[in-house]
């Protein structure tokens, strides 16, 4: 079952075919942001060998495709930020693409991910005495019984919302030097939210392709002559 949902994926090579037909029609801050995802989804698929790469790379094409200006002015977190993104996509997306391909992943990656209390940020605040992490396990637990009833009631931005904040605190692991490169000890979740961001990322901008119309915000560093 698991090589039938990979052969599904959205692959760089098929994304960046349908950019080339479509991307006439692309406002000019569009055009920027789908060209800079791609090229970052690209490097994210030839590190195959490597989930430290690919987690970051695909992070990065996220990245690419979603974040603004106002992020740097509103005095919000970047995850706060995702809130808004997810919505879009998700007012988008009638045929509930993005919830199929959660929901038929939920018992591999997903799963896992969510069940790892190493990407949990309650755990982390209870080993360096942070206020908020002394009932870490009790907030984990109920995460993880929300989670399931997000799921249940096809709420799909509730589970992008908690998917990604674990992925984030992954993600502050990595960039931030929390880490070292290939350890043994953080392969489970390295490996799997690599490939969570594998096929969530593509689904992401071809979405965005696919809605040229919309508004999807100016690129923080535009292209600048």
């Known amino acids: 079952m698991e ?3 990979d052969a599904s994926l959205l692959s760089f090579d098929e994304l960046k075919a349908k950019q080339r037909k479509i991307r006439e029609a692309f406002p000019g801050d569009l055009g920027v942001r789908i060209h ?98 002394h009932d870490w396990e009790a907030q984990f637990a109920r ?15 509730s589970v992008l919302c908690t998917l990604f904040d674990r992925l984030y605190v992954l993600r502050n692991q990595l960039v931030h030097g929390g880490a070292t490169w290939n350890s043994s000890v953080n392969r489970d979740q390295v490996r799997d939210g690599s490939r969570i961001l594998g096929f969530l990322v593509p689904l992401f901008i071809d979405l965005m392709m696919e809605n040229p119309d919309l508004s999807w915000g100016k690129p923080y560093y535009p292209v600048v002559d």
Do not use: C, M
């Open 36 to 133: 800079r995802a791609l090229s970052w989804l690209q490097r994210a698929e030839q590190s195959d060998d490597d989930d430290d790469a690919a987690f970051i790379f695909y992070w990065i094409a996220f990245n690419a495709a979603y974040a603004h200006e106002e992020i740097a002015y509103v005095p919000i977190g970047e995850r706060s930020s995702f809130d808004e993104y997810f919505g879009k996509l998700i007012s988008l997306d009638a045929e509930q693409i993005i919830y199929d391909a959660i929901w038929r992943r939920y018992s591999g990656p997903i799963r896992l991910l969510l069940d790892n209390r190493y990407v949990f940020q309650p755990f982390w605040k209870h080993h360096n005495d942070l206020r908020g992490g």
């Open 143 to 157: 995460s993880k019984r929300l989670i399931k009833r997000s799921l249940q009631n096809r709420d799909t931005k």
């Open 3 to 5: 090589n039938e949902i």
